[in-house]
């Protein structure tokens, strides 16, 4: 596993906990129509949440099996983008 690889895993992760045991925290993390604008932020943290086990399971797996194929080939830099 690639360090990259193992920093997206944790932001799914801690994505998914963060709104599974906090769900307050939701609405100032996902993309709300009427909130985005003041709070920008969510168009980047929005493609981090996750909300269901199975899923989480599957976007972890799948990011780990890509980034071992694809980040040898492009790089760190690009596999990030």
Avoid: C
């Avoid at 963060?18 to 009427?34: D, I, V």
């Avoid at 909130?35 to 899923?55: C, D, H, K």
Wanted: hydrophobic share 60%; proline share 7%.
């Amino acid at each position: 596993m690639t360090r990259i690889a193992q920093f997206l895993s944790t932001i799914l992760v801690l994505g998914f906990l963060l709104q599974w045991f906090m769900p307050s925290w939701k609405p100032y993390l996902a993309l709300l129509p009427g909130r985005t604008l003041p709070l920008f932020w969510n168009l980047i943290t929005a493609g981090f949440l996750v909300s269901e086990p199975v899923l989480l399971v599957l976007d972890v797996g799948v990011l780990l099996m890509v980034a071992r194929l694809v980040e040898p080939v492009h790089g760190s830099k690009e596999f990030l983008k």
